[in-house]
C-alpha cells in the first residue's frame, strides 16, 4: 500500500514536471518575443523591457529560468492574458469548473445509465435484446460528437424551440461566481429566485450534456457489456451455479463486484476522450468552458493564455487518470501493475 | 484443463483463414466491410468518380438543393454549397482527404509504436518503465490539446494536425505492443529461437511479430476510427484543412453559417463522417469478435 503510494506520487510528480518543462520550453517555442509569451505584458520601452527581464529572470540561463518559473507557478504568478489583460489564473478559475462541471454530469450519465445497461446485455448474451442494445451504442459511439451537437442545436433549439441555444444561464439572473459550479453557486446565491434560476440552468445544461453523455455512455455499454461477458464464463460462475445459489445472488455476489474491477483502469482512459468531447461541444454551445478558452486563445494567437491552458488541462486530466489507477489499485491489488482491459 | 481438438480435415486452415471465415459468417461485420471498402474505393479513385472539380465555383448553381429534392438537378446529385461548387465531388474527395491521411497517419503511428513498444519490451528495470509511466501520461493528453500546442507553434494546416494526431495516437500502440512483447518474451517458443542464437532483431522479426499482426490489425481499427474523428474535429475547429481543402470537418464548418438555407451542405458531411467511422467500429467489432471464437474454439 505505502509501496504503491510512493510510486504513484513519483510518478505524479515527474509528470507534472515533464509537463511543466514542456509548457516552459513553449515560452520559446512560440513565435514571438519569449518575454511576452511568458507575462503577457507587452513592454513600453526598453528601460521597462530590461526591468522586466530582470524581474522574470529571463537573462540567467535556462535551469535557473526553470525553476524561477516552477516557483511563479506555484506562487499563482501565472501571468496575463495577451488579448484581454486578465491575470490567467482567475480566468482559468472560471473555465476550468465550467468543463469540469459538464464532464462530471456527462460521466454521471454515463455511469448510472451505462452500467445498469451493459450489465442487461452482458448478461443476456447473443439473444435480441443483447444485439439491440450492442446495435444502438455502436451506432451511438460512432457519431462525430460536434455533428452530433449541431443536430441537436438544429432540432431542439433552433425548430422546436425548447431549449436555449448557447450559455449557461439567461442573463436575467445574476449569479456571483463562488464554486465554479452553476447549479451550486446557484443554490448559493442570494436574492434570486432559486427554483427559476435552477430550471433556466437545467435547460442550459441538458443538451450539451446529452450530446457528450451519449457518446460516454455507449463507450461505457460496451466496456460493461464485454467485462459482465467475460465474468459470466469463468469457472467460478459455474462453481456458483452448481452449489444452487440463485441468479440474483449469482450476479449480486459474484458477478457483479468482478466485472467492475477491470472498468476502472478504461474510466481512466474514457475520460480523456470526455474531456477532448466536451472541449469540443462547448464551442458549439457558447458554453464557458476551457475548451471554448482555448480555441479562442489559439484563434487569436494568445500565447500566454495557450501556455498556462495546456498546462493547466492536461494536469487536470492526468490527475483524474493517475487518481483512478491508484484506487483501482486499492481495491485489486492482485493486478501488480496497471494493465488495461479491453473492449 | 487439458482437451483434445482433433481437426477432422486434411486441410489445415491457416489463423488468418480461419479468423477470415468467423468474420465471414457475421453478415453485420461483412456489411461494414463491404461499406468500409466502398468508401476506400472513393479515396482511391476520387478523379474518376467525382464529377467535377471539387474547388471549382460556379455561380450559376448556388445552393442546388440534392436531386431527390423536387428543385434539385441530377446533374449535382448531392446539391451545391454557398459557391456553387459541387457537393458529391466535395464529400469523394473529402473521402480522400480524411480516410485517406488517417489512414496514413495511424500507420506512421503504428511502425513508431511498435518499435519503441517493442523495445521498451524487450528491456528490463528502470528504463523500460520510465518509458511505460512517461508515455501513459502522454497517452492522457487530449489530441485536441496537442493539436492546439502545434498549431500554435508551427501554424495551420492539414500535415500539422496530422503530426497532433500522430503524437496522440502513438502512446497506445506502444502500450499494447509492450505487454505483447513482454508476455511473449516468456513464452517457450522465443526461448527455443533464443537457444538456436538468434538476437533480438531476428527474435523479433521471425517470432514475435507475426503473433503480434492480429493485436495490431485490431488496434489499428481503433486507432483509425478515432482518427477519423480527430481529423475532422480538427478541421471543423479551424486547426486543421484550410477551408478551401474539402476535408469532411471543414466541409461541416463551411456548411455551418448557411446551415438555415441549405442544410444539406451540414447533413451530408457529416452523415458520411459518421458511416466511415461506423463502418469502420463494425468491422473492428467483428475482428475482435472473430478472433475471440477463433482463439477459444
Redo the contacts between chains.
Sequence with gaps: MINALSRYTILFTLTLLVLALLSFSLIYMFPGDPLINLTGLVPQNDIQREALIKQFKLDQPYPIQFYHYLQQLFSGNWGYSFISGESLRDEIGIAMPATFELSTYAMVIAVIIGVPVGCYAGLRSYTASDYAINTASIFSYSFPVFWLALIFILFFSLDAGMVPLSGRISLLFEVPNKTGFILIDILLAEDINHSLALKDAIKHLILPTITIGLISTAAMIRITRRSVIDVVNSPYITAARSRGLSKRQIFMRHILRNALLPILPLMAIQVTTLITNAMIVETLFSWPGIGNWLINAINQRDYPALRIGMLAVSTMVITLTILIDFFNRLIDPSREKFERGTI | MAQFSLYQEEFHPSPWQKTWREFRSSHIASLGLMILLFFLVFSLFAPIIAPYDPLQQNVNALFIPPSWNVNGTISHLFGTDALGRDLFSRIVYGCRVTLGSSILLVLVAMVVGVTIGTIAGMLEGVRSSVIN??L??L???????IA??I???LGTGLVNSMWAITLALTPQFV??TR?FVRTEMKKEYVLASKLDGANHLQLFFYSILPNMIEMLVVQGTIAL?IAV?DI??LG????GARPPVPEL?AM?ADG?DV??VA?WT?ALP?LT??LI??AI??VG?GL?SALRKRLTQ
Design positions: 509511466h512517461l501513459d501520461a497517452m492522457a493528453i487530449p489530441t485536441l490539446l492546439i500546442i498549431v500554435a507553434v502500450h499494447h505487454s476510427s474523428i475532422s474535429a471543423f475547429l479551424n486547426l470537418g461541416l455551418m446551415a438555415y442544410p451540414v457529416g463522417i459518421f467511422v461506423l467500429n463494425v467489432d475482435r
